[in-house]
């Protein structure tokens, strides 16, 4: 079965996105895993809340035990934690999170054992066939990834929400086939391009090239080479 991939405007919001996304397909009250749930995005995970009767979060990141927002903390991978899960959800989330994944067929074997059937694995990262994702890629395979960081972002941003990148995971194609494999039935894709989400990544003097970049292709409609995949493996 093809992958049912959309194209979204520039103008629209990645978490708007997310959770229009989620309340088309599991409306009312669910049961929620925040795999990565360790970290914060905006006004994100509060507004996960509203939606959870119940919301487990998992991270290796022991902060994922102080979220004032879960009924539930793990510190691991969600593979140890699905070992042993009795309880199932109607909802996985991995914001930006499969980009970090060091074994990505175990990791959604794991993430598929613990949703319920028809449940949704949600997902939010970034494209590895976009500049930002090759870049990040190839400067981690060469082992520049945290002096090139250091380049470009301020050294307390970095210490607070910086974890080491795989990108095994990280193209339409390899989401599919890798999901499959896991045991899900299908997988749908939603690609945006916005200069703003890279810019800060560049010198004043050169943010001509994410602009100009993002006027491109979305110009021609290229969503396979937009920065960032919102993607929803079903159970």
């Not at 959770?19 to 990565?36: C, E, F, K, M, R």
């Not at 990141?61 to 899960?85: I, K, Q, S």
């Not at 050294?155 to 499959?180: F, G, K, W």
């Not at 945006?192 to 800060?200: I, P």
Request: charged share 25%.
């Amino acid at each position: 079965m093809p992958v049912d991939i959309a194209t979204l405007p520039p103008s629209r919001d990645q978490f708007v996105e997310l959770l229009s996304w989620l309340d088309a397909t599991h409306p009312g009250q669910i049961d929620v895993l925040d795999v990565g749930g360790g970290g914060e995005f905006y006004d994100f995970p509060t507004r996960i809340r509203e939606r959870a009767r119940r919301l487990v979060g998992v991270d290796p990141d022991p902060r994922v035990m102080n979220r004032p927002w879960f009924d539930e903390g793990y510190t691991g991978l969600v593979e140890d934690y699905a070992r042993n899960a009795a309880e199932r959800f109607d909802v996985a989330l991995c914001v930006y999170v499969v980009e970090h994944v060091e074994t990505p067929g175990p990791f959604l074997e794991a993430i598929r054992s613990v949703l319920r059937p028809g449940g949704s694995c949600f997902g939010v990262t970034p494209n590895l066939w976009h500049y930002f994702g090759l870049t990040s890629a190839l400067s981690a395979r060469v082992g520049i990834e945290d002096w090139l960081l250091h380049k470009v972002r301020p050294d307390e941003l970095i210490e607070a929400y910086h974890s080491p990148v795989r990108y095994r995971l990280n193209t339409i194609r390899r989401l599919d086939t890798t999901a499959r494999d896991a045991g899900f039935d299908r997988i749908e894709v939603r690609t945006l391009e916005q200069a703003g989400m890279f810019e800060t990544y560049f010198a004043p003097r050169l943010r001509w090239w994410p602009r100009g970049y993002s006027r491109a292709i979305n110009r021609l409609g290229r969503g396979p080479f937009y920065g960032t995949l919102i993607f929803r493996l079903v159970a």
